[in-house]
């Protein structure tokens, strides 16, 4: 069964629109992190943000936000007033204890156009 | 701060032929994740390096071997290649200390 699921395969918005990223997740277990990386086409992994399951609480980091809920296993993230930089596959991914070895989910494609 | 370096960027390889791909982790980090990303798709758990011994591994076949030197730097050995094996290879660092990873920008394999 997939951990992770990203059912967004490609998304494309206008610069300064508002765009949200869905994230469902599936687990067995109590303590879990779950994380937001972006890959712009250099490949590289850029941490965005990190959640771990006992904090529900949830936030705005500047132009991101995110919502955690663990009654629907999701956890959905939203880019505000967003910019032509901001394009690039965003990925969801779940680590689970003890050696934290991340499942990934298949990532959305974000298309922002000037 | 160097981040998390790999070498080579680019790799072309036959069929059968065996590669070594080379990772260094952050400064400060001492746990070394392999990753392989198939174009259009998420990263797939290769196996984790600590303290030289190989502590956790994916769904991969023995074709794919690794080491973890004393500096905390790793090797990714993949014998007999497939063209299946053709995707990009992401190394990542972390602290046992876990808060997430630093991944580098990845060795572009591709066979033919």
């Known amino acids: 069964a997939q951990k992770v699921t990203q059912a967004q395969t490609e998304i494309s918005v206008v610069e300064k629109e508002d765009v949200t990223l869905d994230c469902v997740y599936e687990?067995?277990?109590?303590?879990?992190?779950l994380f937001w990386y972006k890959q712009p086409p250099s490949g590289e992994l850029v941490f965005l943000i990190r959640?771990?399951?006992?904090?529900?609480q949830n936030e705005i980091s500047g132009r991101y936000s995110w919502n955690f809920q663990k009654s629907t296993s999701s956890f959905n993230f939203t880019i505000t007033a967003s910019q032509v930089v901001d394009s690039a596959v965003y990925f969801c991914?779940?680590?689970?204890?003890?050696?934290?070895?991340?499942?990934f989910g298949s990532g959305t494609k974000l298309n922002v156009k000037p | 701060d160097a981040g998390v370096t790999q070498s080579p960027t680019h790799l072309i390889k036959t069929r059968g032929q065996q590669v070594t791909l080379r990772c260094s982790p952050k400064?400060?980090?001492?746990?070394v994740s392999w990753y392989q990303q198939a174009l259009g798709q998420g990263p797939q758990f290769i196996f984790q390096?600590?303290?030289?011994?190989?502590?956790q591994r994916g769904n991969f076949p023995d074709r794919f071997s690794g080491h973890q030197f004393p500096n905390y730097s790793s090797e990714l050995n993949v014998n007999a290649l497939l063209l299946g094996d053709s995707a990009l290879y992401l190394c990542?660092?972390?602290?046992?200390?876990?808060?997430?990873?630093?991944f580098g920008s990845g060795t572009r394999l591709t066979v033919v």
């Open positions: 400064s400060g980090h001492d746990t």
């Open positions: 959640r771990n399951s006992f904090d529900e």
């Open positions: 991914a779940l680590s689970e204890a003890p050696f934290n070895k991340f499942y």
């Open positions: 390096y600590y303290e030289e011994e190989e502590r």
């Open positions: 990542a660092s972390s602290t046992t200390d876990f808060y997430g990873y630093t």
């Open positions: 687990t067995r277990d109590t303590t879990y992190y």
